[in-house]
């Protein structure tokens, strides 16, 4: 196969790397992020290697501040250096064993993925923005259920919120559908095939619930 492509090195992988634009006939998981990946991309050039990048992964900067741990600089690690060889996500709740934000010093474990989600959210057929909380929405000692699928968000995990509805989800699935589009891919059929982390969220019709308010939430800003 000639390609004119020049080949780069990444830092996660000891073969050489070729720009791909990848189609989601594909299915390719990035080997960073685990998530699905259609659109710019980073393909190892051995034919018998199945490493990708998607370029957003690629291009993740190795040291990130971020306001869900401003104690400490986050860095990005290539794979968990736990003994496990993997990681528990303490945005999301769930393992990895790609890349992660880490800070050694306090054992905070972030998927790239979720570092990256947007502060707000919005959704076709929703009235308001959801913000991104770095915790439950309840610290009173009160457990918080998240609204769509009606399981416990744990205190210390991310979740969206809506404060004047007193509606909430988990960080994933359960409020966004799709995870941000990285780089306008051509095709528009992003249909994910992949029984990941959307698959029970795919058609939720999200209802903001503003007249059955959830009792006492009245504390106005
Ligand atoms: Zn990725
Ligand atoms: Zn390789
Ligand atoms: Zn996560
Ligand atoms: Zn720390
Ligand atoms: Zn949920
Ligand atoms: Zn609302």
Known sequence: MASSKPAVRHPSHNHPL???????????????????????????????????LH??????????????????????????TYESSAFAC???????SGFSYNCSICKYDVHVGCVSMPET???QGYAHLLTLLYRSPYQNGLFFNCDECHD????????????????GTHLHSCAVEEEPKRGGGGSGNTSRNSGGRSSAASEFGLICNVESSKGDGEDAD
Not at 35 to 45: N, Q, S, V
Not at 67 to 73: A, G, L, Q, R
Not at 152 to 167: A, E, F, I, R, T
Request: glycine share 6%; with cysteine.
């Open 121 to 123: 959210v919005e959704r």
């Open 18 to 52: 070729r720009g791909h634009k990848a189609q989601a006939e594909e299915e390719i998981i990035c080997s960073g992020c685990d998530l699905d990946l259609i659109g710019a991309a980073f393909k190892c050039t051995k034919s018998e290697c199945d490493y990708f």
């Open 55 to 80: 370029k957003s992964c690629f291009e993740l900067p190795r040291e990130n501040r971020h306001k869900s741990h401003p104690e400490h600089p986050l860095t990005l690690l290539y794979s968990p």
């Open 90 to 96: 303490d945005a999301c709740g769930e393992y990895g």
């Open 152 to 167: 416990n968000v744990p205190d210390n995990l991310w979740s969206y919120y809506c404060k004047k509805c007193d509606y």
